[in-house]
């Protein structure tokens, strides 16, 4: 079956450093999405990864690993607003997107 | 990134009363956009993926004759709730696909719809 998953709740530090992890098995792989999802809000598009490596986005990085079936998500200079819940999604073979269940990232001052 | 708009932002009903949400794609054609529904403090659920010019594909569990959607343009897709009932009370969000950015779907603001 199809599957992706990642940690339920994470908590860290306002200024700090913070990584989440998702791991998929997917029926075919054409690429990872990273969404960020305040609550009571619809999910707004971070990042997508198809290839090896990291890519840099501002404060916010995405790295995959197709090998391992792996991605990452980093958020560095950590602010109150990066409280939200971030979900990752893989499109399978037939492009379809199958959704983790989403972390909740808490932001303490 | 692409705009999708979703109209109405909220509603409240009364039970047995229909309600239509409309979707659409501000900058960009799509062919195809995707129905979700998200309960309080749970995961997006897939309702169904809206294809233009052709019938809807329904996740397993989502009743067709109850969640009516159309996907008349390449710019609109309509999500019909008929015959509503509390339980229906959710989050609806839509998402279209950009076909010209690796198949990035991007959501709607969603559409909160309370049933009495």
């Known amino acids: 079956g199809q599957n992706i998953d990642q940690p339920t709740e994470m908590t860290a530090t306002e200024g700090a450093i913070v990584q989440i992890n998702c791991t998929y098995q997917t029926s075919g792989f054409n690429g990872l999405f990273w969404y960020q999802q305040h609550a009571g809000e619809a999910p707004t598009f971070l990042s997508y990864n198809v290839l090896d490596g990291l890519e840099e986005k501002g404060r916010f990085s995405s790295f995959l690993s197709r090998s391992k079936g792996y991605s990452y998500l980093l958020l560095k200079e950590l602010q109150m607003k990066d409280s939200a819940s971030y979900l990752c999604a893989a499109l399978d073979s037939n492009y379809q997107l199958i959704w983790g269940a989403g972390t909740k990232l808490i932001i303490k001052p | 990134g692409a705009v999708v708009s979703q109209h109405p932002s909220w509603v409240i009903c009364k039970s047995g009363t229909s309600v239509k949400i409309e979707c659409r794609s501000l900058?960009?054609?799509?062919?195809?956009m995707f129905w979700y529904r998200q309960f309080p403090k749970q995961s997006l659920m897939l309702m169904a993926t809206?294809?233009?010019?052709?019938?809807?594909?329904?996740e397993q569990g989502v009743e067709k004759d109850k969640f009516l959607i159309n996907h008349a343009s390449l710019t609109l897709s309509t999500l019909t709730v008929t015959s509503a009932h509390p339980e229906d009370s959710s989050f609806y969000i839509c998402s279209a696909r950009e076909p010209r950015e690796t198949d990035t779907q991007y959501f709607g603001p969603g559409t909160r719809l309370t049933v009495l």
């Open positions: 900058d960009f054609q799509a062919t195809t």
């Open positions: 809206s294809n233009e010019g052709s019938k809807a594909t329904y």
